[in-house]
């Protein structure tokens, strides 16, 4: 258990609907970063955030949008969602925002878009 | 830009054979290193890291990776393997001055043949 929890597991949705996924970082880690998971893309970062502030964008598309709240918990919005969002979406964190740091995995969302 | 390249996708194996996992990275600075795995339906891990130092880390599960800064690589390696060891591997690198992104591999899957 790295101690970073994502909620829902699954979640499955139509095309052209929102969702919202919830990551909980380690307690003390104050970095947290989104990926996506897919057969054809493999893990690709999406965002990070730093104590409530973005720190990098990666690939991460304009329907798609995240923040940081002041408790630290992030939530990654996923609007207009076609099939190929299908993926696993991964929450990691980290103590600081540095590429030195290790960081520590959520067990993933898995979204399914039908 | 930075990037890093693991050429093979699928490693097959036998147990309590010897593995290499190959993670090639380009960067005109320092960089600092990692290995992380996947095992089956959860998220990942960190394996070992190189920040400074020695260039042979060892990490946890018995596996070792060593930095060669003139080749420009970061090989993974294990000594004996066992089919706990079955997992997918990803090789991440991050530029140690400026910003500090970290940039994932596309992984590597080791399949251990009893």
């Known amino acids: 258990d790295s101690g970073v929890t994502q909620t829902p597991k699954h979640l499955i949705t139509a095309t052209g609907q929102r969702v919202t996924l919830r990551c909980s970082p380690r307690s003390g880690d104050l970095s947290v970063y989104w990926y996506q998971q897919s057969l054809d893309q493999g893990l690709q970062f999406l965002i990070q955030y730093y104590n409530g502030e973005e720190r990098a964008k990666g690939n991460i598309l304009e329907r798609f949008s995240a923040q940081q709240f002041p408790d630290l918990h992030s939530e990654l919005n996923l609007s207009s969602l076609e099939l190929g969002d299908s993926a696993l979406y991964f929450c990691?964190?980290?103590?600081?925002?540095?590429?030195?740091?290790?960081?520590?995995f959520g067990p993933g969302t898995r979204l399914t878009v039908l | 830009a930075q990037s890093v390249t693991q050429l093979d996708s699928q490693v097959p194996v036998f147990e309590e054979a010897p593995v290499e996992l190959r993670c090639n990275y380009s960067?005109?600075?320092?960089?600092?290193l990692f290995w992380y795995v996947q095992y089956p339906n959860q998220g990942l891990q960190l394996l070992l890291k190189y920040l400074s130092g020695s260039t042979l880390v060892k990490g946890i599960n018995g596996f070792e990776a060593e930095f060669n800064k003139s080749q420009t690589s970061f090989h993974l390696r294990k000594p004996s393997v066992h089919i706990s060891d079955t997992a997918e591997y990803f090789c991440a690198v991050s530029f140690s001055g400026g910003y500090q992104k970290v940039t994932f591999g596309t992984g590597t899957k080791l399949q251990v043949i009893p």
């Open positions: 960067s005109s600075v320092s960089v600092y």
């Open positions: 990691a964190s980290s103590v600081g925002w540095e590429g030195w740091n290790e960081q520590f």
